[in-house]
């Protein structure tokens, strides 16, 4: 490999600033010159600056059980998607619970959950830098 990853090892484009997979910035420089003194020694003094490009959010291929959602949501902000799947699901069970004892709030609850995860499923796109997982026999 001519240029892989810093973090996961995928190759990236020695333009790119960011994996396209794992959206770990590299430590690529761009230099540019500034002319900071005119009357002495540091007439052009060269300075680097890192390459920025925001990372994409992205919906899983691999780590996934229904739409990629909470998979994605782990990979972009660098957690554990069980953690996530598992916080949830611990708010859909509350706003259940709410829902038994009568009040409006439980049910407000779980509308709002799947209300996000539907949007989130339609609004972005599978990560095309991922094959998607074969289940074994």
């Excluded at 500034?34 to 291929?61: C, E, H, N, Q």
């Excluded at 009040?103 to 996000?116: A, P, Q, R, V």
Aim: proline residues 6%.
């Amino acid at each position: 490999m001519e240029n892989p990853c810093v973090k996961c090892g995928l190759e990236v484009d020695p333009q790119d600033s960011f994996c396209p997979n794992c959206g770990f910035q590299q430590d690529r420089l761009e230099k540019r010159e500034d002319s900071r003194d005119k009357s002495g020694d540091l007439d052009r003094v060269t300075i680097a600056t890192p390459l920025t490009r925001p990372r994409k959010f992205y919906r899983s291929r691999e780590d996934r059980k229904i739409a990629g959602v909470c998979g994605g949501l782990g990979e972009y902000f660098n957690v554990d998607p069980s953690l996530i799947r598992i916080g949830s699901l611990v708010l859909l069970i509350s706003g259940g619970i709410f829902v038994l004892f009568g009040s409006g709030m439980g049910f407000f609850l779980n509308f709002t959950l799947s209300l996000l995860y539907f949007s989130f499923t339609l609004a972005f796109e599978e990560n095309p830098h991922q094959r998607p997982k074969v289940k074994g026999n």
